[in-house]
């Protein structure tokens, strides 16, 4: 295979399905913790939120000047909800069993501070966020 053909759909290696339990409060009939499961999202689905998560503010001393400003906590959240694959958080039945519409509303609603914060942190993981880039270049050497 040339070097080329390495990057071709079919020859790249897919990203898993990553399970994770992220609460103890969420169990199954046995009273076993239940596995939530993450899958990375595009580049085009990362656009697509950042997007939604952008205004335009006045720049200071500058008028009728602005500037794009992201709305990272947004961004962070709308990302998670979009690499979460199970439980479906935009599932209507569960979101009306927690008194909330939309799935970042529901996320919020159903998990506690610590947890919540856990999931953003997978969701990171799981989108490639974590790889620090001297490790990378490390593994590069070796």
Known sequence: MS??????????EKVDI????????F?????NPIPWKFGAI?????TAIRRECTRRVPVPGRKGVTMPE???????LKTTVATIKFPDL????LQDSYGVKGAEALLQKMLLPAELTEVKKIAQEVNGFDVDMNELVEEAKN
């Open 3 to 12: 070097n080329l053909q390495a990057f071709f759909a079919q020859n790249v």
């Open 18 to 25: 990553v399970e994770r339990v992220v609460s103890k409060r």
């Open 27 to 31: 169990k199954d009939e046995n009273g």
């Open 42 to 46: 595009t580049a085009d689905v990362d």
């Open 70 to 76: 992201i709305d990272f906590e947004l961004y962070s």
């Open 90 to 93: 935009h599932n209507a039945e």
